[in-house]
């Protein structure tokens, strides 16, 4: 089973942010956060991860809470392109299969 | 640089033939996974390779599938006597390993068994 929690879906205004949860109250200390996106019929997309600290890179922003117990990925301008189902996923690095749950429909409304 | 590439991009086969599916990854990335994806369904994980060698083949549906990795490099999938069943969308990630391993993905091969 996943070890995250995320809704089901969200809609967002092109435009302004979007800031997609995921809790994962039972991540172990050696365990990252990854965020992965797939746009319909294309295999799926790294976006970010983290351990600890907060992250930022050209797609997004990833802030984890303190006691790591949930994060958020945050797109900063999204576009139309950014509609996706977004994968919230806690694994420990090499060897560990990513284990995807059914991830959070993310619609961009015009 | 180059990523990773799946080929073919569409099969389409009849129940009870045999298939070869295949990988290459980014190269230099030690790491190989391989997934699929049902209609409507999330990706489930199937095999992992390091090097040639695959230390977890746990998401392997049944014995009329294997895969191989030959040099470190391209990886084949066979899914003998097909089913319907197997209909999906085969995935294939490489990794180059590290603190963080990061898997990529290929765009994959959409399977049809009629």
């Known amino acids: 089973d996943a070890k995250t929690t995320q809704p089901t879906s969200m809609d967002c205004a092109e435009g302004r942010a979007a800031n997609l949860p995921c809790n994962h109250s039972t991540i172990s200390g050696n365990e990252y956060v990854y965020w992965y996106r797939q746009i319909h019929s294309q295999g799926p997309q790294y976006i970010i991860h983290?351990?600890?600290n907060n992250e930022t890179n050209e797609m997004a922003s990833l802030i984890i809470t303190e006691d790591r117990k949930s994060s958020t990925l945050i797109l900063p301008h999204a576009t139309l392109r950014d509609t996706a189902v977004y994968y919230c996923i806690v694994r420990v690095p090499l060897g560990d299969k990513i284990i995807f749950g059914k991830g959070t429909r993310l619609h961009i409304l015009p | 640089g180059a990523g990773v590439s799946q080929s073919p991009s569409n099969k389409v086969t009849e129940k009870g033939k045999d298939v070869e599916l295949r990988c290459d990854p980014i190269s230099g990335h030690t790491a190989l996974y391989w997934y699929r994806q049902s209609l409507g369904q999330g990706l489930e994980f199937l095999i992992y390779?390091?090097?040639?060698?695959?230390?977890?083949k746990s998401g392997l549906p049944s014995d009329r599938f294997s895969a191989e990795r030959t040099g470190g490099s391209v990886s084949t999938l066979t899914i003998q006597r097909t089913q319907q069943e197997d209909s999906a969308v085969y995935l294939c990630a490489s990794s180059l390993g590290g603190a963080a391993d990061t898997q990529y993905f290929g765009p994959g091969t959409r399977l049809t068994v009629l």
């Open positions: 983290g351990l600890k």
């Open positions: 390779f390091q090097g040639n060698s695959a230390p977890d």
